[in-house]
Structure formats: structure tokens, C-alpha cells
Nanobody, 121 residues
Framework: VQLQASGGGLVQAGGSLRLSCAAS????????MGWFRQAPGKEREFVAA????????YYAESVKDRFTISRDNTKNMVYLRMNSLKPEDTAVYYC???????????????WGKGTQVTVSS
């Protein structure tokens, strides 16, 4: 199973981006999926997760009310809409799954390659 994240780029503070994560197999439509990010010199951290059905979403406090995770199981896609971006959102963003209830990285079986998001001040 392969995941491919895309949609990153350079944006000014206050701007928006939409990340996409494409899965190579329909299998991932059975899993809760998530987005994580890793800034230079820091550990990979949880950003957002969505249940298999798409009915419930979870967010890190730092992105709540600014980011929105969604999915389209018919297309094997997961998305992350990022609004009101801040310089501290700068990181490589990864999609991954399945996401456990602790939203940690240890249980992730499948990782995308990541996409760079850079927010300038």
C-alpha cells in the first residue's frame, strides 16, 4: 500500500492550502486516517485524524478551528484544508494510517512521502 501526499507549497501567513493524500489501494478506506507533521529538529506530531466513515474528526489544539480533515472513500483520498496559516505551521506534512485512538505515530502502518509546507511571515 502506498500513500502519496501532495499540495504543499510556499504561502504567506494568513493564507490557505489544501493537502491531498492518495492511496494506492482501497484497503485504506477501512482505516482511520490522519495527517502528521514534522518540523526541522522536532519529532513528528499529530495534526488531524478522521474516522473510517468520515463521521468524526480530531484535531491537535494548535490547528483546531483552522484546519479541516476530510476523506472520499470512493476515491481513496484524504484531504487537509489549512486556513489562516502561521509560520509555526511550517513543516513536512505526512498522511498516515491506520490512526489509533491515541493519535500517536507508533501504530501507523502506512506513511506517505510527505509534502513541504512553508509559511512566510
Amino acid at each position: 500500500v502506498q500513500l502519496q501526499a501532495s499540495g504543499g507549497g510556499l504561502v504567506q501567513a494568513g493564507g490557505s492550502l489544501r493537502l491531498s493524500c492518495a492511496a494506492s489501494e482501497r484497503t485504506l478506506s477501512s482505516y482511520a486516517m490522519g495527517w502528521f507533521r514534522q518540523a526541522p529538529g522536532k519529532e513528528r506530531e499529530f495534526v488531524a485524524a478522521i474516522t473510517q466513515s468520515g463521521g468524526t474528526a480530531y484535531y491537535a489544539e494548535s490547528v483546531k478551528d483552522r484546519f479541516t480533515i476530510s476523506r472520499d472513500n470512493t476515491k481513496n483520498m484524504v484531504y487537509l484544508r489549512m486556513n489562516s496559516l502561521k509560520p509555526e505551521d511550517t513543516a513536512v506534512y505526512y498522511c498516515g494510517g491506520p490512526v489509533g485512538s491515541d493519535h500517536g505515530t507508533n501504530g501507523i502502518l502506512y506513511w506517505g512521502k510527505g509534502t513541504q509546507v512553508t509559511v512566510s511571515s
